[in-house]
């Protein structure tokens, strides 16, 4: 098949749409609904993002896209006991693949609410089985087993939007795309990430462990598929706060710290012990908890609307006991998709247990980055390659 008509482009009154090939057959196959122009959007940035996570390290990948930019992604290791909690997978089983997209969607689980899932290998039944509780409007894998096929085929009554694509395809080397009538062409950015890029470290402190090359990669890559300006921080192998598609750099730096300490927040004892109501739906837990750690809490308890979601009053978590709770994270990895302008950047995310910098090098004040960067004791290295994505 070489076309495939839409319903419509990006809004409903942009018509007619449809995705084609200009040679060739196109590398995808819709196994069970009906995807829109911005499903396939989500699905081909984010299958590029999986298949080149599993090409640099050797593991399962998965992410969980949202307006062409992802909302997490994570490499395929075993789900600690918190993590199974924060991420409301207790009782499910866990394959590698499993595990991917459960970190990879509970990174933010705000923002992958009706997401678009990728996954780097075959989508398993354990797979399908998380994914199927979840709010989510689609998928994109290289294979599907049959018995992960017919659960993903109940979601949505049965229009859950099912695509697999030919892991072998690969792209002309040039592309195209229109603009107000006119026509950009460029390369192909088959720029490939790996290890190499993380040996140029300009900065005093020059121990880099394994594990710390491996969530550097991921930033890097999850940068690379991501709407700029944008700034990732990493922990264990899954993003932890994604800062996309901001005009300042340090704006960036902000909303991906912001939604780093969030995750951190989310494992505090006082949010692991919230007695929700019964039968909650997953969404309005996701949303409570949200509400829960954020600044506005105290102010939802004045008005009593806790009683719709929890069986108890729950004590509120002071500004003093998250700043407490924030300030044990460490071990962070940060990646940026062009140069730190200013040391400000540093101080930001050092707050957030940043250890680990990698972005592109190249500002006027490459110094006073390195400098602050020294004064924390922070790895930095410069990777010399902008990856920028529009």
């Not at 018509?15 to 590398?27: C, N, Q, S, T």
């Not at 992802?70 to 991420?87: N, R, S």
């Not at 932890?240 to 909303?255: E, F």
Request: charged share 25%; with cysteine; net charge negative.
């Amino acid at each position: 098949m070489r076309e495939l008509e839409l319903k419509y482009g990006c809004n409903p009154n942009q018509k007619p749409a449809r995705i084609y090939m200009d040679e060739g057959e196109l590398p995808i196959t819709v196994l069970n609904g009906k995807p829109g122009y911005i499903n396939f959007m989500d699905a081909l940035n984010s299958w590029q993002l999986v298949k080149a996570l599993k090409k640099a390290t050797g593991l399962p990948a998965a992410a969980s896209f949202k307006h062409v930019s992802p909302a997490g992604a994570a490499l395929g290791t075993p789900l600690t006991e918190v993590e199974k909690q924060i991420y409301f997978a207790d009782g499910f089983d866990t394959s590698p693949i499993a595990c991917a997209y459960i970190k990879a969607r509970g990174a933010d689980r705000l923002c992958s609410y009706g997401d678009w899932a990728a996954l780097s290998d075959v989508c398993d039944e354990a797979t399908a089985r998380f994914l199927a509780m979840e709010v989510s409007d689609g998928i994109i894998a290289p294979g599907y087993t049959d018995e992960a096929l017919a659960i993903l085929k109940t979601k949505k009554k049965g229009n859950y939007n099912v695509v697999q694509i030919d892991p072998n395809y690969e792209p002309a080397p040039i592309e195209t795309r229109h603009i107000y009538g006119i026509t950009f062409q460029q390369g192909y950015n088959n720029f490939e990430i790996n290890e190499s890029l993380l040996d140029n470290i300009v900065t005093e402190n020059k121990e880099l462990p394994e594990a710390a090359r491996h969530d550097l990669l991921l930033a890097l890559l999850t940068l690379k598929y991501t709407q700029s300006n944008s700034v990732c921080y990493v922990k264990n192998g899954q993003t932890i706060g994604v800062g996309a598609g901001q005009q300042s750099r340090i704006h960036c730096t902000r909303l991906a710290g912001s939604k780093a300490d969030n995750w951190m927040l989310r494992q505090h004892p006082k949010v692991l012990g919230l007695q929700f109501v019964d039968n909650i739906r997953r969404p309005n837990r996701d949303n409570a908890i949200d509400v829960y750690i954020s600044d506005e809490y105290e102010d939802v308890l004045a008005e009593g609307v806790w009683q719709e979601t929890f069986k108890v009053k729950p004590e509120p978590l002071t500004r003093e006991e998250k700043k407490a709770w924030i300030a044990q994270m460490h071990g962070v990895s940060v990646g940026s998709d062009a140069f730190f302008p200013f040391g400000d950047n540093v101080e930001r995310a050092r707050k957030s247990g940043v250890e680990y910098i990698a972005q592109p090098g190249g500002s006027i004040r490459d110094d006073n980055v390195i400098e602050t960067c020294n004064k924390y004791g922070i790895v930095m290295a410069f990777t010399g390659m902008r990856l920028f994505h529009h």
